[in-house]
């Protein structure tokens, strides 16, 4: 294998593990720019990840066949909504400490989904190996064959093509049409907002919910394409990363899409770096934490560099207007 072939594999990987980061990463942009701190991102992936595997392997035993990754995606999307809508009325309604609801989020859902996993596979700690229910890479005919391009362009899972459109959709929501406006006017100045007319808690709810359903579909993307089953390793802190990309991005969905191909290189250069022959001195356990020693080292040159939304973190009280 010559190094134009290993280069071109190791970016297709990259895209691969980019992914889930892209739609956690859109998800969590969604929620912070309205003002809701998302700590719950990793929680909401594991919801995302167990439902979707339930869902597609009893889909699968319903003879679905290849349609049954697809009743994954959406039960991903519902599944960690349920888990979204208990942080928004925390934070919002309630207007509990963001972090700390987050952190609640993410226990919980770790939690809640071994005991499910448990209770419906009789007592085993992670759900069946997935068939027909996992995504297949698109081999897009002769593009594929492109040097270089063509396996990491043309050679790519269903929801890699997805993640990228969602990036677009986001930026256009964000900034060409009035949801978006209203959103970060509330993210921004929340009591000037509701001055014009702008229903503060309604347009946070439907920004924590769309958050929610995001980072499932990222949850989902690892079960369906990576893994192939769900287990209490399956997420692993990718939803922290994907907060990591979303500050480093700087809250843009640009930005946020580059962090998350930066944080997935370092995550598929793990599958490579011991191809070489400077590496085989290298405990194994070194290079494994590679994306998590990046993503401190990211996090710790963003501080103070990045400006979140002016109103991030702090409850709105009409009262107080």
């Known amino acids: 294998m010559n190094i134009i072939q290993v280069l071109g594999e190791l970016m297709n990987t990259t895209l691969v593990f980019s992914t889930a980061l892209i739609f956690a990463a859109m998800g969590g942009i969604f929620s912070e720019r309205s003002g809701v701190v998302n700590i719950g991102l990793e929680g909401f992936m594991v919801a995302g990840a167990f439902a979707s595997a339930v869902a597609a392997f009893y889909a699968e035993e319903a003879g679905l066949g290849a349609a049954s990754s697809w009743v994954g995606l959406v039960a991903a999307m519902a599944f960690a909504a349920i888990f979204a809508l208990i942080h928004a009325v925390a934070s919002i309604t309630f207007k509990a400490d963001q972090v700390v609801s987050g952190v609640v989020i993410n226990f919980l859902a770790v939690g809640m989904c071994l005991f499910l996993v448990k209770m419906l596979f009789e007592g085993s700690g992670e759900t069946p190996t997935l068939d027909e229910a996992v995504f297949s890479k698109l081999n897009i005919g002769e ?23 969602l990036v677009a959709i ?25 001055t014009v007319g702008i229903k503060v808690a309604r347009i946070r709810y439907a920004a924590v919910l769309l958050s929610g359903a995001l980072a499932g579909l990222g949850g989902a993307t690892i079960t369906l394409t990576t893994t192939s089953n769900f287990s209490h390793t399956t997420i692993s802190g990718q939803g ?82």
Do not use: C
């Open 240 to 321: 922290f990363i994907a907060l990591a990309a979303m500050i480093f991005g700087k809250w843009h969905p640009a930005g946020a899409l580059g962090a998350a191909i930066f944080f997935g290189f370092a995550q598929a250069i793990r599958n490579y770096v011991q191809l070489f022959e400077f590496s085989r001195g290298i405990p194994t356990e070194f290079i494994f934490m590679l994306p998590y020693i990046l993503t401190i080292l990211v996090l710790a040159g963003a501080v103070g560099k990045s400006r979140a939304p002016s109103a991030l973190g702090q409850p709105y009280d009409p009262g107080k207007r």
């Open 170 to 194: 986001t930026w256009y929501v964000l900034y060409k049409i009035p949801f978006g406006l209203r959103l970060r006017a509330v993210g921004e100045h929340p009591s000037a907002a509701d």
């Open 143 to 165: 593009l594929s064959q492109i040097p270089f391009i063509g396996p990491v362009v043309f050679n790519e899972y269903p929801t890699t093509y997805i993640a990228i459109a």
